[in-house]
């Protein structure tokens, strides 16, 4: 499964882990991405999304039809 959300498009970040001994070694900073299954009335099926923590928020705020909408707005398929 790939880090990122399908809602607000939040990738891995990149920087520098640093050591005691303040030697610098790449990492990654990756997004809390949770899978999950919404039932989306309109077109009578299922929809499984992959969103991050707060793209789950944003679902519960501004409902699953006004969200599949946003990410088909993005160019997504759902």
Known sequence: MSAHCQ??????????????SH?????????????????????GRYVRLTLSAKG????????IEAAVARIRARGEKV
């Open 23 to 43: 030697r610098r070694t790449g990492r990654r900073f990756d997004p809390n991405i949770q899978r999950k299954r919404y039932w989306l009335p309109s077109e």
């Open 56 to 63: 789950l928020k944003t679902v519960d705020v501004i409902g």
């Open 7 to 20: 809602l607000t498009g939040r990738k891995p970040a990149f920087g520098n882990a640093i050591s005691h």
